[in-house]
Structure formats: structure tokens, C-alpha cells
């Protein structure tokens, strides 16, 4: 049952005054160039490669460059800030889409070839196509088109016919992407305090576990001693693992052993996310 205001498409339920349309007729798949590897010099403008494309961020862990002159010789492949960027050739990592948006760090750099630009048709939004092509369906519909190739690869006439949905106005997509670009500001605000406190925490275990820093009401008016393991508090031993803990392994299980349901196995190949 379709809610008023609603409708069903191809992609799903959509507001009544969305279109569903092919991905070709609101946005651009520009393939980049293929330069020679005879043209790297060690400066320049930077090269931007499928390896320099990750999920939702350029990486420049592996850089390389063409000669400054390339930005005029190639002008139709120089990229600039907010360019959108997907790799093509094994562009899918996990269920997560190989997509990123330059920031002024990134730029300017030249486009290689098996890496396209995503440019906007008429006034779409380059910020909400940004979004729009992360989509599970958009992603899924690459896995099919992508089916046989080895390696996974996909063309920009393939990307064009994904049916995708859209917004009849321009400053809905432009309201759509900006709520979409706050929770990711969000969300990297929240990592970084994260990572910070990760960095605190570390720094704090190594001065408690080596003795270093005492919490208050243990180890006053005491020194330090060399040990085995180096320096430690005057109070305190340095000892082999298996005397202070007992290790147990578990039994071998079978493969015909486990089941659908009933108590759960902790498994070498299972992590922690395995477990939400």
C-alpha cells in the first residue's frame, strides 16, 4: 500500500513529485585520460588514479605526477575542488561505492583513464548526485551490470542507464544534499574526538601498566627497580604470563556440528562486529 503523496517506481517508493529517471539524463560520466607512465615526472600536478579513489575520500597515500604543462595541454581533464570522482575498474568495495568529492587539498590534479567525473546536466546538483550514487540500488544495479567482468569493471554507458530517483526541484536536491553533508560533518567530528580519546586512552595504559604513573593510594614514597622488562615500581614483580593467567582453548568442533540457531561460537575468522 502507497502512502498519499507517494507513488511506486522502479526504484522504490517515491514522493509523487519525483521523477524516476536514467542516471544518463541528469548526470555526466566524463572517462578520464589515458597518459603513458612515460609522462610521470617526480612533481608536478598530481595524477589522480583508481588507487587514489577510496569510499568517500581521495587518497594520496601513493602519489605521482605529470608535468605542469599537462594542465593546459589536458585542460578538459584537470579537476577542481567539489568535482565528484568514481573509480570503474573494481569499484565496489564491501556493499560501500569507490566515490569521492574533491576538497581544495586535492586539487588541482589531472583525471586518469578507468576513473570518471560525475558532472551535473543542467542545474542537478553536483552535491546530491554526490549522494544519490551511494545508494544501495544505484550500487546493486553496478553489481549487475558489472556481472562477468573480470575484474569487475563497468562503463559510462552502463552507469547512465541506472535508474535513479530524483527531486522535481533543484533546492530540494541542494536541501537534501546539505542535511546529508552536515551528518557526515557530524560524523567526522565524532571520529576524530574518538580517535583522540583512543590516543589518550593508549598513552594512559602505558604509563599505568609500566608503573610509571601510580593512581592515588598505591605505591607512595616508592622507587623504581631494573627487572627483566626493565624499569618497574620497587613493589612490583616481573613474571611470566602463564603465572598470573590460566589459557584454555576450545574444543575442535565440526563443520556438521553447527547450526542455525542455539548457542553462539566464537571462531578465529569471527570479529567483534560479527556479534552486533
Request: contains cysteine; hydrophobic residues 40%; charged residues 25%.
Amino acid at each position: 500500500m502507497v502512502g498519499e503523496g507517494y507513488k511506486q517506481t522502479e526504484v522504490g517508493v517515491i514522493p509523487e513529485d519525483w521523477e524516476c529517471v536514467e542516471a544518463g539524463t541528469i548526470v555526466s560520466f566524463f572517462g578520464g585520460n589515458g597518459f603513458s607512465s612515460r609522462s610521470e615526472t617526480k612533481n608536478g600536478i598530481r595524477w589522480l588514479k583508481i588507487a587514489n579513489v577510496g569510499v568517500e575520500q581521495v587518497k594520496w597515500d601513493n602519489v605521482t605526477y605529470l608535468p605542469e604543462e599537462f594542465a593546459v595541454d589536458f585542460k578538459d581533464y584537470l579537476l577542481q575542488p567539489d568535482d565528484v570522482v568514481m573509480a570503474l575498474t573494481r569499484p565496489i568495495l564491501g556493499d560501500k561505492l569507490k566515490v569521492a568529492r574533491l576538497g581544495a587539498k586535492d586539487s588541482p590534479s589531472l583525471l586518469n583513464q578507468r576513473v570518471a567525473k560525475l558532472s551535473p546536466i543542467g542545474k542537478n546538483q553536483s552535491s546530491y548526485i554526490y549522494y544519490l550514487v551511494q545508494r544501495l540500488s544505484f550500487v546493486t544495479a553496478m553489481n549487475i551490470a558489472m556481472a562477468g567482468t573480470d575484474p569487475p569493471n563497468i562503463g559510462n554507458a552502463a552507469l547512465a542507464k541506472v535508474l535513479v530517483p530524483v527531486p522535481s526541484s533543484f533546492e530540494e536536491q541542494r536541501s537534501i544534499a546539505q542535511a546529508l553533508s552536515d551528518v557526515d560533518a557530524l560524523i567526522a567530528a565524532l571520529e576524530k574526538a574518538i580517535a583522540k580519546k583512543r590516543v589518550i586512552k593508549t598513552a594512559t595504559m602505558q604509563q599505568l601498566l609500566k608503573g610509571k604513573k601510580r593512581l592515588p593510594g598505591f605505591g607512595e614514597g616508592k622507587g623504581y627497580k631494573e627487572s627483566e622488562i626493565g624499569s618497574v615500581p620497587e613493589d612490583w614483580e616481573a613474571k611470566l604470563l602463564p603465572e598470573i593467567a590460566w589459557f584454555q582453548e576450545g574444543p575442535g568442533l565440526r563443520n556438521w556440528q553447527f547450526t542455525t540457531q542455539g548457542m553462539k561460537v566464537i571462531n578465529v575468522s569471527f570479529s567483534r562486529t560479527d556479534f552486533r
